[in-house]
């Protein structure tokens, strides 16, 4: 598959199978818990849409009591973040006092992750862990470093799996990358 984008073709490769993702999410789901106590609820709080599909899977190899939640943040157009985080609409009640897993799809500039963790503990966060799917840190504009990461991956754009370009691609059973020619 090819994908044109502002007049650059790209050509579109598979990082990662829908096999080897849920391979990789089981292995992660398990650290996870070892991490945190069995009998004390954990936040997760999903930022959407992109952690969507991979929120989905996860949460289904954890043994804790969860509470679901959502975020929703908005930073990027195209292939290129903006530079802006926005929160649209407000931080979830029920925080306070509990511990916060944010389940991120990717890791970029860290832009979104260090705007919204201090945010989650000016609500009172008893614990503000992130768990991303896929890391870029080579693209890194801020110190972060998320405690569960699926894959430390290069600077190309990636599609799939939840990540979108412009609303896009989402439902891609598995991870790609465009690649230039
Ligand atoms: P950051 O704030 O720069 O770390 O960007 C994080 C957000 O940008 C992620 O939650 C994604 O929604 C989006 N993003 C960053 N890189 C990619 C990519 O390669 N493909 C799709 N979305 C991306
Ligand atoms: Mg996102």
């Not at 992109?50 to 899977?57: H, M, P, S, T, Y």
């Not at 949460?59 to 157009?77: A, C, D």
């Not at 080579?138 to 699926?150: K, L």
Request: glycine share 8%; net charge neutral; proline share 5%.
């Amino acid at each position: 598959m090819d994908i044109q984008v502002e007049n650059v073709n790209y050509q579109v490769k598979v990082l990662f199978t829908e096999a080897e993702l849920k391979q990789r999410i089981d292995i992660l789901a398990q650290k996870i818990n070892t991490q945190y106590s069995a009998e004390e609820p954990l936040v997760i709080l999903v930022i959407l849409h992109g952690a969507l599909l991979f929120a989905a899977d996860l949460v289904r190899g954890l043994t804790m009591p969860t509470e679901i939640e959502s975020v929703r943040l908005k930073s990027y157009h195209g292939t290129q973040s903006t530079g802006k985080v926005e929160l649209v609409g407000a931080i979830p009640p029920g925080i306070r006092g509990k511990n916060v897993l944010l389940v991120e799809d990717i890791v970029d500039s860290g832009r979104s992750l260090s705007f919204l963790i201090p945010k989650l503990k000016d609500e009172g966060a008893k614990s503000v862990k992130v768990a991303t799917l896929l890391d870029k840190p080579s693209a890194h504009q801020v110190p972060i470093t998320p405690e569960f990461i699926g894959f430390s991956i290069g600077k190309n754009f990636v599609i799939g799996y939840g990540l979108d370009l412009d609303g896009r691609y989402r439902n891609l059973p598995y991870v790609a990358e465009l690649v230039k020619y």
